[in-house]
């Protein structure tokens, strides 16, 4: 009875009493958290007595993942920091049981961690996890989502680095690597598979296979997800192995990429990966003014501005319109004169790009877009009102060449609906087709004269884009 009602007690005051609280050191801050990916790293193996070292060990993972491509371009979208997470003892276990190396002369070696980190996972000698074959390994992941979710609930992604000086590691949703001499290299190839959904380009058993960004059993290079890079910075077509399933199964690079060998940079194929993903995650705008329902008066000349997280060196491209004509290119801020204007409601646009070239994605994949719309309403009184809004767009267009059917795919925050203008070579409109949110339409070229179109993109008047469309 008594400890019946222990129970309930604890259970009503779980919360409470086991939050545990830890101090968050932060390691990069390049804006604030609700604008970034924040990647949260937690201490396992290192006593409260060795969080100097911890937080040395972050700091030099950081400074070689932003040392690196992409990260160093897109440094400016991360924030680091480090949770120390104490440990009674240091190390990670290491119980000899490994069945790919000889341990029959290792002396099993057990410490008392936080989250029990062990080498030797899934028979494997450099298989570090928090967890033998998956024993202890679901009720350490409730330990990892309670600290994160005590001491930093809106990570994006979390790394548990540990303190052992022994090479190994795994990736999955928590990925774990030992803070070694290696430990950086290690980390950012863990890093690649959890955050950023890359598959390993080494030898892997047969069960281990499955269509990836960077792998595939398409081998024909006119079809291959990669097809926009082949040729260009070693890419091709490589098998995994000479025989078997391997043989079935292809890759971009061949020795030459961090998801295959540490100490090569990512390949290009993995790298646009990267990019992509973080398109995904945050947009580069990171504020803009004037916001909504803001009267200025007849204060001329209105100022609009952006603020972008930028790119190093920048590749973000900004077109204004005005009424949907051009306005600007390439500024933060424009500003606009009583003459500029027209009676009634004017539509002032900036449509914001990244023109990086590690994006070859004009043929597959998903094109981002972020616009700001402001809506001035002017009459021969002034300016009667600003309304603004901002607006995350994904086109995709596929398969481009094509001999008949072409796809579009459209996603955006607001639910409004592109617009597509088919345009031939003479500058004539063939074709106009619309795509409400989150759907799909095809469109057949297939009685079209071989040759190059043009596809012209608008959302509310807007023009987003214009890519080439190859009819084969
Ligand atoms: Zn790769």
């Given amino acids: 009875m008594k400890q019946q009602l222990l129970g309930l007690i604890c259970f009503l005051t779980s919360f409470s009493l086991f939050a545990q609280i830890f101090e968050v050191e932060p390691i990069k801050v390049s804006g604030a958290n609700e604008n970034r990916i924040n990647l949260v790293v937690l201490s396992e193996g290192y006593q409260a007595s060795e969080f100097d070292d911890f937080i040395d060990d972050v700091t030099v993972f950081s400074n070689a993942m932003f040392n690196q491509s992409p990260f160093k371009e897109y440094a400016n979208y991360f924030n680091v920091y480090a949770i120390k997470v104490p440990s009674n003892e240091s190390g990670a276990d290491h119980p000899a049981t490994a069945i790919d190396v000889d341990e029959s002369g290792s002396t099993p070696e057990f410490v008392d961690t936080y989250f029990n980190a062990t080498f030797d996972a899934f028979g494997y000698h450099r298989y570090l996890y928090y967890g033998i074959d998956y024993v202890d390994a679901a009720s350490a992941e409730v330990k990892i989502r309670s600290v994160l979710a005590d001491n930093f609930p809106t990570y994006d992604q979390a790394l548990i680095l540990v303190n052992t000086p022994y090479y190994g590691g795994t990736g999955g949703e928590f990925p774990i690597a030992a803070a070694s001499a290696d430990a950086n290299e290690l980390a950012l190839h863990e890093l690649g598979h959890s955050m950023f959904y890359l598959k390993d380009e080494y ?49 971009p690079r061949n020795g030459q990429c961090k998801m295959e060998v540490l100490y090569k940079p990512f390949c290009s194929v993995c790298t646009e990966g990267i990019v992509e993903k973080i398109h995904d995650l945050i947009s580069p705008i990171e504020m803009y003014a004037p916001v909504s329902n803001t009267v200025e008066g007849s204060s001329f000349p209105l100022d609009f501005q952006l603020n972008l997280i930028k790119t190093i060196p920048n ?130 070229l297939e009685n079209l004269k071989t040759g190059i179109y043009v596809a012209r993109f608008y959302s509310d008047n807007v023009l987003l884009a214009t890519k080439k469309i190859v009819k084969n």
Avoid: C
């Fill in 315 to 444: 590749t973000l491209e900004i077109e204004w319109t005005l009424n949907a004509t051009n306005f600007a290119n390439n500024l933060d801020d424009v500003s606009i004169e009583e003459t500029d204007l027209v009676e009634g409601e004017n539509t002032l646009a900036a449509v914001v790009h990244d023109a990086s070239s590690f994006l070859k994605i004009d043929n597959h994949e998903s094109l981002h877009i972020n616009t700001v719309t402001w809506t001035i309403n002017y009459s021969t009184l002034g300016v009667q009102g600003i309304t603004s809004t901002e607006n995350r767009l994904s086109i995709s267009m596929y398969p481009n060449p094509t001999n008949s059917i072409i796809n579009f795919k459209f996603e955006n925050s607001n639910r409004q609906t592109l617009k597509i203008d088919i345009i031939g070579v003479d500058g004539k409109r063939l074709k106009s087709i619309s795509v409400s949110n989150q759907s799909h339409k095809q469109f057949n």
């Fill in 203 to 251: 030898l892997l058993p047969a069960e281990y296979y499955s269509e990836g960004i960077n792998m595939t059993q398409e081998s024909n290079s006119n079809w291959v997800k990669w097809k926009n890079w082949m040729g260009i910075n070693g890419i091709g077509i490589h098998a995994y192995g000479a025989s078997g399933v391997p043989s079935t199964w292809y890759k």
